[in-house]
């Protein structure tokens, strides 16, 4: 299984969010669960550029996609 090119601490940095680990789990679980209905860049809390960069990030494929749903997961994820 490969490396995943970057890591949710580089995605929350990318997105402009706190990265530290604390600050992350604070996040997901903050804003947790995502309505099954609702697309990742959808979500209420993202502002335009976020969710911009979140959905070109998926639709494109690219090296942010694949932390990009690991995030989706575990904002779906019910604990």
Not at 11 to 30: H, K, T, V, Y
Not at 48 to 70: G, H, N, T, Y
């Amino acid at each position: 299984m490969e490396t995943p090119v970057h890591s949710l601490t580089a995605l929350f940095a990318q997105l402009g969010q706190p990265n530290d680990e604390a600050s992350i789990a604070q996040f997901i679980e903050s804003h947790r669960p995502l309505a099954g209905h609702v697309m990742l860049h959808e979500a209420a809390f993202w502002t335009p550029s976020q969710a911009s960069f979140l959905c070109e990030a998926i639709r494109d494929d690219a090296d942010w996609a694949e932390v990009a749903d690991e995030l989706n997961a575990e904002l779906r994820a019910r604990h």
